[in-house]
C-alpha cells in the first residue's frame, strides 16, 4: 500500500494559485498533473509486461478539463494493438470458448474443435504496482512543476 509523505510549502502554492486568474491556474494545474502523471507512466513502463512489446508501446499520459475540473490519466492499452490490457492488470477467470462465426475453431497445426476450455490466467496489476512505487515522486513532480511556472508568473 502506498504510504503517502508532506510535502512541504503546499499550502503556499495553493495560496499563490488562487492570485491568478481562472484559465491561467487551470493551464498550470494540467501541466502540473501532466508532470506528475508521465512520472508514474515511467514507472509503469518499468513494469508492464513484454512478451512483444504491443502493451508496453501502448502506455500514454491524457489531460482534459471540463467544467473547472483538471484530470490526468494514464491508459494501457487500444483497441487494434493491445486490446487486452484490462485482462493483463486484472486477470481472466477459466471459461469456454465457442465456435461462433463458423461451425469449428482452428487450432494450431490445423485441429478443428468446436469449443475449447481456457484456463484463465493470474492478474498481473503493474499499474498498481506502478502506482504504489511512483505516487510520492509524481507529487513532488506537481510541485514542483508549480513552483517553476509561479517564479515565472509572479515575481
Given at each position: 500500500m ?20 481562472a484559465k491561467l491556474?487551470?493551464k ?9 502523471a508521465?512520472v508514474i507512466k ?7 509486461p513484454?512478451?512483444s512489446g ?7 499520459v491524457?489531460?482534459?478539463s471540463?467544467?473547472g475540473?483538471?484530470t ?8 487494434n ?13 477459466p471459461h469456454?470458448?465457442?465456435a ?20 484463465g490466467?493470474r492478474?498481473?496489476?503493474f499499474?498498481?504496482?506502478a ?7 509524481a ?10 511556472r ?6
Amino acid at each position: 500500500m502506498s504510504q503517502y509523505k508532506h510535502i512541504e510549502g503546499v499550502e503556499g502554492l495553493q495560496a499563490r494559485l488562487l492570485q491568478l486568474p481562472a484559465k491561467l491556474e487551470q493551464k498550470i494545474l494540467r501541466g502540473a498533473l501532466r508532470a506528475g502523471a508521465v512520472v508514474i507512466k515511467r514507472a509503469a513502463d518499468a513494469e508492464v509486461p513484454r512478451r512483444s512489446g504491443k502493451l508496453a508501446r501502448t502506455l500514454r499520459v491524457s489531460t482534459k478539463s471540463r467544467r473547472g475540473l483538471v484530470t490526468a490519466s494514464i491508459k494501457a492499452g487500444d483497441k487494434n494493438r493491445a486490446w487486452y490490457a484490462h485482462i493483463v492488470e486484472g486477470g481472466a477467470k477459466p471459461h469456454p470458448i465457442r465456435a461462433k462465426r463458423f461451425p469449428f475453431l482452428r487450432l494450431h497445426g490445423n485441429v478443428f474443435v468446436r469449443k475449447v476450455s481456457h484456463p484463465g490466467a493470474r492478474p498481473n496489476r503493474f499499474m498498481k504496482r506502478a502506482l504504489d512505487r511512483g505516487v510520492t515522486p509524481a507529487i513532488a513532480a506537481v510541485a514542483d512543476y508549480i513552483r517553476g511556472r509561479l517564479d515565472k508568473i509572479v515575481k
